[in-house]
Structure formats: structure tokens, C-alpha cells
């Protein structure tokens, strides 16, 4: 007898691929209602986008023209010859200086900001609900009163016959000479501007996963290697959107500077403002201006972007 043969194995099917899902075809209803509803969108959103259109686009193009034009000898503005001049004058080392200012105490303003409002930030989300809902009240009283009164408080807080000067002559320290002066401008855009720098950096803490904190210290982690280490870069969403909260009101500040900082300290938001009026220079003013706008689309992007990192991140994940 023939010795029997084996069935050779099949041959191995490559894998195919699932057919792709074709969507059923809208029906004539369907379209119709997404019509409708597209349309009651667009009548929705319309108010809100005329108004940015009238009040913020439009002055933003004149600006941005006027940052073209020429400055005559006798003060007024031609919009005939239009040229890079007013450009080229931000090189200027007098204005590159208070660009530079301007950028340093806004740096100082910011970092002072997170130094204070973290601690208190973390404090708030760690309280029980009832607490946390008292301490948002009252971080956010401040709001509730105009802020040009609550700048001329601290006008009045430190000057010289002010509570805080009698306080340092009581004290044996003599008069507390701090108005007018680039600390006093410090202190006034802190407290201006801390609430911006709380309130993100309570949202990252709150959503935050304290399990995994939980998990650093189960690991041996010390208090602050794991505030460090786990803490801080869970809460980086936080820090960077109070920081571009702060920056960028603080860079472009001109209330501020103008009634605690008076002549001796000159910002940009201040220099701007007299290039419109004592200056009569259009076109310098709207160079500078179409400057500082730029500097804070770039912070937005940065904090859209992080924003944006942010939410593709699962959660408890740094």
C-alpha cells in the first residue's frame, strides 16, 4: 500500500480589513431640520458678533491703519503716505526701556501673584463644600466695587498720611515713603489683578485626582516631593491660564501705574495713552498699540494651546 499522504495546511489568509460604514443618506426632513437649526444658531450669535465687529474689529483696523500713517510737522496725522516709520521708532532705547520696564513688573506682578494665590487656592479646594462656597464669596467681593475706588484705597493705604506710614512711625521707622514709586505699582496690580490668578488655579485643584497624591505619600513620598512631583504638574493648566490672566492686563496696565506710579514710573500703557493726547503722535501711539495686542494674542495662543493639551490629557494624568 501507497503510504498516505498529508493534506498539506492551507495557506494563511491575510487579514481583512472591516468594510467601512457607509452612512445612511439624509432624508429631505433631516436636512431641512439641520437647516433650521443652523439658521436659529447664526440668529443666536448674531448680537454678540456685531457687537465684537462694531466695538472691537473695526477700532482694531483703524489702529492698525493709523500705525501706517505719517505724522505731519504740525501735529496732525496723513494717512496718504503710508511708511514703517512709526515701527522703527519702537526701536528707540527710550522706548525699548519702557517696553522693558513694562514687561519686568508685569514678570513681578505674575510671579508675585502665584506665590500668594496658590497656597490660598489650595487651602480652598481641600475645605469642605459649605467653606469652599464662603471663601469663593469672598474671593470674588472685590469684584463687586469699582476698580478705580479700590486703586485710590491703596493710594490712600500707602501714602504718606496714610494708615500705613502712621503704623511705621509708630513703629519707630519714621515716614513710609512708598507712593509714586515702582514697589507701590507692584502692589497695586497684585491686588488688582490676584483674583484672576486664584480662581483658575481653585478649577485645576479641584478636578485634580487627589488619589494619586494619596499614592506618592503610600510610596514613601515626602509632603513635598509629592506636592512637587504630583501636585504642581496636574495643576499646569492652572498655573499657565492664571499667569496669562495676570501678564497681560498687568504688561498693558494703565489706571495703575498712572495713580500710584505718577511720572516716575512710566509704563507702556501710560506712554501709549500720551502719544494720543499730550504728544499728538497717531501714528507712534497706534504702533505701540498694535504692539502690545500682539504681545497678548501670543499669550492667549499659548494658553489656548495649553488648554487644549489640557483637555486631550486623561484625567489624574500630568
Do not use: H
Not at 512708598?178 to 507692584?186: C, K, R
Not at 487627589?210 to 498655573?239: H, Q
Amino acid at each position: 500500500m501507497s503510504p498516505l499522504r498529508r493534506a498539506k495546511p492551507a495557506a494563511a489568509q491575510p487579514p481583512t480589513s472591516p468594510e467601512p460604514i457607509v452612512p445612511a443618506p439624509m432624508t429631505q426632513a433631516e436636512i431641512a431640520a439641520q437647516r433650521r437649526k443652523r439658521r436659529t444658531g447664526m440668529l443666536i450669535a448674531s448680537p454678540g458678533a456685531l457687537y465684537l465687529l462694531i466695538l472691537f474689529m473695526v477700532p482694531l483696523g483703524l489702529i492698525t491703519v493709523y500705525s501706517f500713517a505719517t505724522r505731519t510737522s504740525t501735529g496732525r496725522t496723513s494717512l496718504s503716505g503710508w511708511n514703517l516709520n512709526s515701527y522703527e521708532r519702537i526701536a528707540d532705547d527710550v522706548i525699548v526701556g519702557i517696553i522693558a520696564r513694562s514687561a519686568w513688573l508685569a514678570l513681578l506682578t505674575t510671579v508675585l501673584c502665584l506665590v500668594v494665590a496658590y497656597p490660598f487656592a489650595y487651602y480652598l479646594a481641600t475645605r469642605p463644600p459649605r467653606l469652599r462656597a464662603r471663601l469663593l464669596v469672598l474671593v470674588m467681593i472685590p469684584f463687586w466695587t469699582n476698580g478705580l475706588v479700590r486703586i485710590f484705597a491703596i493710594r490712600f493705604l500707602l501714602g504718606s498720611n496714610g494708615p500705613a506710614s502712621a503704623l511705621s512711625e509708630a513703629m519707630g521707622f519714621g515716614t513710609f515713603r512708598i507712593l509714586f514709586t515702582p514697589t507701590a505699582v507692584v502692589l497695586g496690580m497684585v491686588y488688582g489683578f490676584l483674583t484672576f490668578m486664584v480662581l483658575p488655579l481653585y478649577v485645576a485643584l479641584e478636578r485634580m485626582d487627589w488619589r494619586l497624591v494619596e499614592a506618592a505619600r503610600d510610596l514613601y513620598a515626602s509632603g513635598s516631593k509629592a506636592f512637587w512631583r504630583v501636585t504642581v504638574p496636574l495643576t499646569r493648566s492652572g498655573i499657565v491660564a492664571g499667569c496669562v490672566l495676570v501678564f497681560v492686563p498687568s504688561f498693558g496696565s494703565y489706571v495703575v501705574p498712572e495713580i500710584l506710579g505718577g511720572a516716575k514710573t512710566l509704563l507702556i500703557g501710560s506712554y501709549v495713552a500720551r502719544q494720543f493726547q499730550a504728544a499728538r503722535n497717531w501714528p507712534l501711539g497706534a504702533a505701540l498699540s498694535v504692539l502690545v495686542i500682539v504681545a497678548m494674542l501670543v499669550a492667549v495662543a499659548i494658553n489656548q494651546r495649553n488648554s487644549a493639551n489640557a483637555e486631550r490629557t486623561p484625567a489624574g494624568m500630568p
